[in-house]
Antibody, heavy 118, light 108 residues
Framework: EVQLLQSGAEMKKPGDSLRISCKVS????????ITWVRQMPGQGLEWMGR????????NYGPSFQGHVTFSVDKSINTAFLQWGSLKASDTAVYYC???????????WGQGALVTVSS | EIVLTQSPGTLSLSPGETATLSCRAS???????VAWYQQKSGQAPRLLIF???TRATGIPDRFRGSGSGTDFTLTISRLEPEDFAVYYC?????????FGQGTRLEIK
C-alpha cells in the first residue's frame, strides 16, 4: 500500500528555521517525483514545486524559489521541505504528494500544519 | 503561467441532483494534462480525474471529466452526501503547474 506520512504540526517564530518531512512506503521512492503543495488558511492549493528523488533535481514555483528548499534522503525514503527563515505568511498546511510520470499527483500525505507567530 | 479560472465559486445543490463544474484556462491546455481533485474539510486532496476524462482508481462513474482546449468540465451525477466538498482543477504539463481557485459544492 502506497503511503506518504508527513511529520507533525509545528509552531515556530518568525525568523526560525524549519524542516518538515514526508516518509514514503509501498513503492520505490526513486521511481516517482515528489511534489509539495501549500494551502494557506481558508485558501486554495498552490504548487510549490517538485523534486526527483533519484537525482534531487528540482523545479520550484516562482512564488517559492529562493524561500524554500526541497531535499531527499534516499536511505530512509524521505523527502524534506525546508525554510531558512520563516515568515508569518508561511502559516499554512503543507502537503507532499507522489507524482506519476505524466505529472499528476496520485497519492497525498495527510498534510502538516505550520504556524508561524511571534 | 497558465491561469485556471473555476466557476461557479460555490454551487448549492441537493443530493440526487447533477453538478456541473467549469474550469477555464487562460491559454490552450494539452488535454492529457488536466486533472480534477476533491478535497473534503480537514483532509488532503484526492485525485478524481486525470487526462481530462480518465477516472482515477476507485472513483465511481458518477464522476465524469470532459473538455479540451481552454474549457474543461467536471460533471457529478446523482450527488451523494459524501460528494459535497471543494473541487480543484489542475494543469500539470507546463511549469509552473497551476490549480484553479476551487469550487465549493455545498448541500442546498
Amino acid at each position: 500500500e502506497v503511503q506518504l506520512l508527513q511529520s507533525g504540526a509545528e509552531m515556530k517564530k518568525p525568523g526560525d528555521s524549519l524542516r518538515i518531512s514526508c516518509k514514503v512506503s509501498g513503492y520505490s521512492f526513486t521511481a516517482y517525483w515528489i511534489t509539495w503543495v501549500r494551502q494557506m488558511p481558508g485558501q486554495g492549493l498552490e504548487w510549490m514545486g517538485r523534486i526527483d528523488p533519484s537525482d534531487s533535481y528540482t523545479n520550484y514555483g516562482p512564488s517559492f524559489q529562493g524561500h524554500v528548499t526541497f531535499s531527499v534522503d534516499k536511505s530512509i525514503n524521505t523527502a524534506f521541505l525546508q525554510w531558512g527563515s520563516l515568515k508569518a505568511s508561511d502559516t499554512a498546511v503543507y502537503y507532499c504528494a507522489r507524482l506519476v510520470r505524466d505529472g499528476r499527483a496520485d497519492y497525498w500525505g495527510q498534510g502538516a500544519l505550520v504556524t508561524v507567530s511571534s | 503561467e497558465i491561469v485556471l479560472t473555476q466557476s461557479p465559486g460555490t454551487l448549492s445543490l441537493s443530493p440526487g441532483e447533477t453538478a456541473t463544474l467549469s474550469c477555464r484556462a487562460s491559454q490552450s491546455v494539452t488535454s492529457s494534462y488536466v486533472a480534477w481533485y476533491q478535497q473534503k474539510s480537514g483532509q488532503a486532496p484526492r485525485l478524481l480525474i486525470f487526462g481530462a476524462s480518465t477516472r482515477a482508481t476507485g472513483i465511481p462513474d458518477r464522476f465524469r471529466g470532459s473538455g479540451s482546449g481552454t474549457d474543461f468540465t467536471l460533471t457529478i451525477s446523482r450527488l451523494e452526501p459524501e460528494d459535497f466538498a471543494v473541487y480543484y482543477c489542475q494543469e500539470y504539463y507546463s511549469l509552473p503547474i497551476t490549480f484553479g481557485q476551487g469550487t465549493r459544492l455545498e448541500i442546498k
